[in-house]
């Protein structure tokens, strides 16, 4: 009884609370729709049928990690650099204003060249157009942490990629677990909006490490989870690991969104690019597993192509103009509507 899906789903819709069992329970299961329809009630019992939008503005595609599996890497020399000036990224963040955007998402690589003068600069510029800003900037020192929340940042973005501490070190030379799990407990004493989040289907990670992670996710707990299936980049030193898992990742990736929707009911959830990558309708499928915020391209056409963290990322001949009328009739398609509103997690609706 107790290893049955439908009690485990029951369960967890009454009391919003799995054991690392029953998640693993979950993860294996053949009855995914189930699942996925299961999170999608829920998602529409906490947060109605609203789908908040955040800009994404791909800044500078410098870095100086080496994470095997991402395109951004340091040793990848195929790759074109840029970096977009502050005074554009401030422009950027005013067009998606006019686009009627709420949130601009300020990402990159980790590059030296945005000091911390620099970055409270354009933050504290853009927070003047009356925009939730989100950071999604990679492993910083508390102190700048703090600096950018003064500046008015409100939310910061970073996975945890995975919790299985082997695997997190093999696949991040340079970088180890215990400090990126610090940096994200610097993240919430800063008082950020916490999202962190994992990618699925990293060569060498198990459904057990998976499981583990959904855990820790909630343990934060993060306001916003964002989950990715991993997916292969031939110009990434990850090419070199024996065993590469190239399969697609997609139902795994909808299953832990589903399984964090129905254990943490209000938290944000972003349909990610990814899943779109692997599925030309990814976006609204998750949107219909639990997901309820999409994070469209706002970056200018031309930078697109070089923020090339993985291969076949969507949308890389379109406009920020274009990127908006389209995801905005998308969600439309599904009955669903943009939100007005910031869509910060406490203003979320819980019952
Ligand atoms: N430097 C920032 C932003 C990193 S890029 C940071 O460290 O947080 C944003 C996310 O892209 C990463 O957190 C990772 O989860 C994802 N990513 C990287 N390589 C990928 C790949 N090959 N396939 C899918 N997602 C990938």
Redesign the pocket.
């Known amino acids: 009884m107790k290893n049955n899906i439908n009690y485990i789903l029951q369960k967890s819709i009454n009391s919003h609370n799995l054991d690392e069992k029953e998640i693993l329970l979950l993860l294996k299961t053949k009855s995914i729709k189930k699942l996925t329809s299961s999170a999608d009630m829920i998602r529409k019992k906490y947060l109605g049928d609203e789908v908040h939008l955040r800009a994404l503005i791909e800044f500078s595609n410098y ?1 100086k ?1 080496n ?1 095997l ?4 890497q340091k040793t990848n020399l195929k790759l074109d650099r840029y970096r977009i000036k502050e005074q554009d990224i401030i422009n950027l963040a005013k067009q998606a204003k006019n686009y009627g955007y709420k949130t601009v998402v300020l ?4 590059d030296p060249y945005y000091t911390i003068k620099k970055m409270v600069y354009i933050i504290s510029e853009i927070k003047k157009l009356d925009l939730a800003i989100t950071l ?4 910083k020192t508390f102190n700048e942490y703090k600096s950018y929340r003064q500046a008015g940042a409100d939310r910061y ?3 945890i ?1 995975t919790t299985d501490e082997k695997l997190y070190n093999k696949l991040n030379p340079g970088m180890n677990l215990k400090n990126r799990m610090q940096c994200l407990e610097n993240i919430k004493k800063s008082g950020f909006e916490v999202g962190s ?3 699925v289907g990293l060569p060498g990670q198990t459904l057990e490490s998976i499981a583990k992670d959904i855990i820790y996710l909630k343990s934060i707990p993060v306001a916003m989870a ?1 989950i ?6 031939p110009d ?1 030193s ?1 090419s070199h690991l024996e065993k590469i898992n190239k399969n697609n990742h997609f139902d795994l990736s909808l299953k832990v969104m589903a399984i964090l929707r129905l254990i943490m009911p209000d938290i944000n959830i972003p349909a ?1 690019t ?1 899943m779109e ?1 692997l599925n030309h309708n990814g976006r609204l499928i998750a949107l219909q597993s639990g997901a309820n915020v999409v994070m469209p391209n706002a970056t200018e056409t031309i930078y697109r192509k070089k923020y090339e ?2 291969p076949g990322k969507i949308c890389l001949n379109d406009s920020p103009e274009h990127c908006r009328t389209c995801i905005e009739s998308k969600i439309k398609s599904i009955g669903r509507f943009i939100s007005k509103s910031k869509g910060f997690h406490n203003s979320n609706v819980a019952i």
């Open positions: 870095c990690q994470c599996y991402c395109g951004l990402q990159s690589g980790e999604s900037i990679g492993e973005l970073l996975r990629e989040g994992i990618m964002g990715g299936p991993f997916i292969y980049n990434t990850i990610t990814a990558t963290i993985y």
